[in-house]
């Protein structure tokens, strides 16, 4: 296998975690801070999650394009 196959999937693997930590540390801070009910925090969670990859991933898309120009 090419070696720089297996290090984008690395780094991949490595910003998905980081992501995945920053969405849980501004889920919790949000829900702290705009009181969130606790019957409403999965539903709160759902929707933060959802916008939050939409976000990430269009940045992400964005920048390999720019990339790529």
Same mark, same amino acid.
């Given at each position: 296998m090419d070696m720089r196959i297996i290090q984008q999937?690395?780094?991949m693997a490595l910003l998905l975690i980081t992501f995945t930590n920053i969405k849980n540390m501004l889920f919790?801070?949000? #829900?702290?801070?705009?009181? #969130?009910p606790t019957e409403k925090q999965y539903t709160f969670g759902v929707v933060l999650s959802a916008v939050f990859w939409l976000i990430t991933f269009y940045i992400i898309n964005r920048m390999r394009r720019l990339r790529h120009h």
């Open positions: 999937c690395h780094m919790s801070s949000l #829900v702290v801070f705009l009181d #969130v």
